[in-house]
């Protein structure tokens, strides 16, 4: 194991349990391996951390703040710590009722660069570090052990989240276990999950809550579900009893998706019709026809260099939902960018209320929900953010 000296005045993150180190932190860099486990110390010589090494602005992603092997009990033992959350909030208890929920997420539990979502039986793991790459096999041989035969698959999903210059040319596939089996149920409702081709690990488990609460607000109301990749919040609208539900998205594969899981739940139903289109041009041909409207947008801004456009775009897209929405309607509107504050979205929807030159108030402020922590030292892990506003 490579030990890394850091600069004089640069432990002080460390110090604070943020579980970043960068590059420019670093004393020097020997020969390492991307992926390696390193130890770290200060510039007096003093343990700080270990954690996996990667080439990139951040250098170092911290695993633990303890002078310990990160070996197969490592990995067990912080697994079974997440495994026990999601088990106290009630997520593993009910499969009638839920299957889906994250188990892992990244930083949140104090494993950066690692996202497990289960669905049913099958967890979805994707690495997002050469690191967590190379532990691969530890993770999924922990994963069997600690939810004591409640995940019997693991499918690995990682094309798409590891370093391109890595060059590590991994596919995807199978870990443990395999299984054709790709219905999960949340709250109740059935969802195909697509973790074969789909987006991130096939379903979007953070706007869970959000979906739900929706619900809440569909009875009798036109809604229009803007980017609606597999149709979730369309589902919960059909069940909350909403006279008419409308999903678009320029993709055609999430329109298919969509209308298969609206025919999964409510077979025949009328109510519901998909668009394959671009959502701002839909949105800006749409009449007065709706009193509830989802903007789920992907991310705008990845990365800070794109924040001004991001904001922007947040204003043009909120803006014309305000013009559009009958007096009295509902917007659910959100921001899955990291590099979007929660200050930085309030103040492009409060800007797009200006342009509307409608009266708007804030009913709710959402946010992820309770299986995807935000680390108290990482604050960065923060990254979904929501409001629902009444329009006049």
């Known amino acids: 194991m490579h030990t890394l000296q850091l600069r004089r005045g640069k432990s002080e993150s460390l110090k604070r349990f943020h579980p970043w180190v960068f590059s420019g932190a670093l004393q020097t860099t020997p020969p390492i391996e991307e992926g390696e486990i390193v130890r770290l110390i200060d510039s007096e ?25 990160v070996d197969r009990q490592f990995w067990e033992r912080r697994l079974r710590q997440a495994f026990s959350v999601r088990t106290s909030i009630g997520l593993t208890t009910s499969p009638d009722v839920h299957e889906i929920y994250r188990l892992v997420h990244g930083e949140g539990d104090l494993l950066p660069g690692l996202i ?3 669905f049913g039986e099958t967890a979805v793991v994707q690495a997002h570090s050469v690191g967590m790459h190379h532990n691969r096999e530890d993770i999924a041989e922990a994963l069997l052990s600690v939810s004591e035969g409640k995940i019997k698959n693991i499918y690995y999903k990682s094309e798409t989240t590891l370093p391109y210059k890595a060059n590590l040319k991994q596919e ?14 949340e709250y109740g409702l059935a969802f195909h999950i697509d973790w074969l081709h789909g987006q991130k690990t096939g379903f979007f488990v953070d706007q869970r809550e959000n979906r739900r609460l929706l619900e809440q607000y569909s009875h009798g109301r036109s809604v229009l579900n803007m980017f609606c990749y597999t149709g979730g919040f369309s589902v919960y609208a059909l069940r909350g009893g909403a006279s008419l539900v409308h999903s678009v998205d320029a993709s055609s594969k999430a329109i298919e998706l969509t209308r298969k899981n ?25 009449g007065g026809n709706y009193d509830l409207i989802v903007l789920d947008p992907p991310a705008f801004a990845k990365h800070q260099s794109a924040l001004r456009n991001a904001i922007k775009g947040y204003t043009r897209l909120n803006a014309t939902a ?9 917007v659910f509107t959100f921001s899955c960018s990291q590099a979007v504050n929660k200050d930085q979205f309030r103040l492009a929807v409060f800007t797009a209320a200006v342009q509307s030159g409608r009266h708007v108030r804030i009913l709710h ?7 995807h922590p935000v680390s108290i030292y990482h604050p960065e892990g923060e990254y979904l953010k929501g409001l629902v506003l009444q329009v006049e």
């Open 45 to 69: 010589g003093n343990f700080m951390a270990i954690g996996h090494y990667q080439i990139g602005s951040i250098a170092v992603r911290v695993l633990s703040f303890e002078d310990e092997p």
């Open 116 to 118: 497990v979502d289960v």
């Open 172 to 185: 995807n596939g199978f870990l443990r276990g395999y299984t054709d089996i790709n219905v999960a149920r």
């Open 262 to 286: 609206v025919r999964l739940n409510f077979p025949d139903d009328t109510r519901h019709e998909a668009f394959t289109e671009d959502a701002f041009k839909f949105l800006e041909c749409a």
């Open 322 to 330: 305000f013009k559009k929405i009958r007096p009295g309607g509902i």
């Open 365 to 371: 402020q959402m946010h992820q929900p309770a299986d």
